[in-house]
């Protein structure tokens, strides 16, 4: 049996799939994606989706949020004294800011959220963190947040630096409408010849498949914030690559797939609320991670959290691409399994 301090590592087979077109803001030029999996089908699914972003223009992609939480939580002795506690806070906000980011130059909180159940207060802190993915800065800032709350109002007394209003790698809600993470928005114009050639299919199939898979049968299912074909495949493969929390695919792949013919055309796009990367951090320092993350220029620490807002792009990117890939597979009967049978058998 191997000692409880050696460092093991566990191989999964990665390669480097695209390049993948992106352009806007964050991204603008052709990157090669790497995905690390044991579904092989995966990487030539995505690289179809690639050649189709190349010969459509691009992925035009944009960033709308960046923002990483963490949720305190106290108890009052009563509903009134939480509401009472709760309004003092809102009072001094700046005061909890100046604490909340005392720990870290590259911490800032930019807003906060709140509930009150009974006698408990959750507070929902948000907080940019530069190009960390922000996990441990938010419950660096939460702890001290913490201490101060119970020695500013003593009436207070404390039951976890974390109250799952978070939300941490658990389906939910809030996340995706308050934000956790960077809220990446993806979307392309596949003119109808692409479709035929690349895709084996028309842009009306997609769509059509799109509101009757994604949208009713999500419903059907009771899926939460979630319309899409398989998000978790390419967050996972990508996650892994470059040395991110793979857990955060729970949150991560809750998104939608929105789909419409424009002319004879496809216009597809992925939203992403809740793509949580970072550049630097736990993991960053393994030679293959840094390897990827030089691949796809995103290594080391950049300016105001710019490497991982742009690795969340690429991220993503690469979600469209299967996401396109997968759907336009199943307008085809039985192509989905042939291609399956035929990869992983081999």
């Not at 009150?116 to 907080?127: A, C, H, S």
């Not at 409408?177 to 596949?190: A, F, N, P, W």
Request: with cysteine.
């Amino acid at each position: 049996m191997a000692k409880q301090s050696e460092d093991l590592t566990a191989p999964i087979p990665m390669r480097i799939v695209g390049p993948v077109r992106i352009t806007g803001p964050v991204v603008d030029g052709d990157v090669e994606i790497p995905l690390a999996t044991f579904e092989t089908p995966l990487w030539p699914s995505v690289n179809r989706g690639a050649r189709v972003s190349v010969e459509s223009g691009g992925i035009a992609a944009v960033v709308v949020d960046d923002r990483m939480t963490r949720s305190v939580l106290v108890q009052a002795p009563s509903a009134e004294v939480a509401l009472a506690t709760l309004r003092g806070l809102e009072s001094r906000r700046d005061e909890l800011a100046g604490v909340a980011e005392a720990g870290s130059r590259h911490t800032r909180l930019v807003d906060m959220h709140s509930q009150i159940v009974g006698n408990l207060l959750y507070l929902r802190l948000e907080m940019q963190t530069g190009d960390a993915s922000g996990h441990n800065m938010v419950t660096a800032a939460a702890d001290r947040v913490l201490s101060w709350i119970l020695a500013e109002y003593p009436a207070c007394a404390y039951v976890s630096v974390s109250g799952n209003y978070c939300t941490d790698k658990k389906p939910n809600a809030v996340d995706g409408i308050l934000g956790r993470g960077k809220y990446v928005v993806t979307e392309m114009t596949v003119p109808q010849s692409v479709c035929r050639r690349f895709l084996k299919t028309e842009p009306a199939r997609i769509v059509d498949l799109n509101i009757k898979k994604n949208l009713i049968g999500s419903m059907l299912a009771g899926a939460v914030r979630a319309a899409n074909a398989h998000f978790a495949n390419m967050l996972l493969g990508f996650y892994l690559a470059t040395g991110q929390d793979a857990a955060n695919i729970i949150e991560g792949s809750q998104g939608f797939v929105h789909a419409e013919v424009t002319g004879q055309d496809l216009y597809f796009s992925c939203t992403l609320p809740n793509v949580i990367v970072g550049t630097v951090g736990a993991g960053k320092d393994l030679p293959f991670v840094r390897d990827n993350l030089e691949r796809v220029g995103c290594a080391g620490r950049q300016d105001d959290g710019a490497g991982a807002r742009r690795l969340a792009v690429i991220a993503a990117a690469a979600v469209c691409c299967g996401e396109l890939s997968l759907l336009a597979a199943q307008t085809n009967p039985g192509e989905l399994m042939a291609a399956h049978t035929r990869l992983e058998r081999s």
